[in-house]
């Protein structure tokens, strides 16, 4: 069971970003889905979910109207578009259920996707 984040990196401030989160789990078209980010020294948040569907959406204040989720399920993909990227959106960005797959007594995470925003 596999969670695999890929597109970020480093971009310059106002400039824009697509993730991706590809996922062997069986489940992937009947879960909530979501994306989550960590700065340095700050707790995981939650910035965007998605209902199994697609059809219904939401946002963190902090990131509405500039980022916008969304998934293929017959691809078992999801997406997170980035645009007006600000230097605080800096973290390195996970995807998960939501709430997230758990795993024995913890979590199932992967290993993110790095984004960078220059000022």
């Known amino acids: 069971v596999q969670l695999v984040e890929s597109g970020g990196g480093l971009v310059q401030a106002g400039g824009s970003v697509r993730l991706s989160c590809a996922t062997s789990?069986?489940?992937?078209?009947?879960?909530?889905m979501g994306w989550y980010r960590q700065a340095p020294g700050k707790q995981r948040e939650l910035v965007a979910s998605?209902?199994?569907?697609?059809?219904?959406?939401n946002y963190a204040e902090s990131v509405k109207g500039r980022f916008t989720i969304s998934r293929d399920n017959a691809k078992n993909t999801m997406y997170l578009q980035m645009n007006g990227l600000k230097p605080e959106d800096t973290a390195v960005y996970y995807c998960?259920?939501?709430?997230?797959?758990?795993?024995?007594?913890?979590?199932?995470w992967g290993q993110g996707t790095q984004v960078t925003v220059s000022s």
């Open positions: 998960n259920a939501y709430p997230p797959y758990r795993t024995g007594n913890g979590y199932l």
């Open positions: 789990i069986s489940s992937f078209s009947i879960n909530p």
């Open positions: 998605i209902t199994s569907g697609g059809g219904s959406t």
